[in-house]
């Protein structure tokens, strides 16, 4: 997973294009002292490992404030997920806090049109 910062995380603020050319489709919301979060980002760098065309940004929700008042994340690890439709949804993401297992996270990520 690509850490974001600056100008890439501002990407990810409502209204701006999320899914724009080159940038990640997810972006996983993490703490760096959270047990369930290493296990969530194991899971995620599997799916990344087996399909190269999933993109992931990744940021420390001590680092992004903004970002986590401006989406409602309520709880990490947390999953936002942009598919096809996000034009129609105010380019809102789907929040995913329950990883429970990688066959999960790849019928999820799948669903959502980034597999």
Not at 48 to 69: H, T
Not at 77 to 92: F, H, I, S, T, Y
Request: charge should be neutral; include cysteine; aromatic fraction near 10%.
């Amino acid at each position: 997973m690509k850490p974001l910062r600056g100008q890439e995380l501002q990407a990810f603020m409502p209204g701006r294009p999320a899914a724009a050319a080159g940038r990640p489709h997810a972006l996983y919301v993490y703490s760096p002292f959270c047990g369930t979060c290493r296990l969530a980002e194991w899971m995620l760098a599997l799916l990344e490992q087996s399909y190269p065309q999933l993109a992931i940004g990744s940021v420390n929700v001590l680092e992004a404030a903004e970002l986590v008042q401006a989406h409602r994340i309520e709880s990490v690890p947390c999953l936002l997920l942009w598919g096809d439709e996000a034009p129609e949804r105010e380019n809102r993401p789907e929040k995913i806090y329950a990883f429970h297992s990688v066959t999960y996270m790849f019928e999820r990520l799948k669903g959502g049109g980034l597999l």
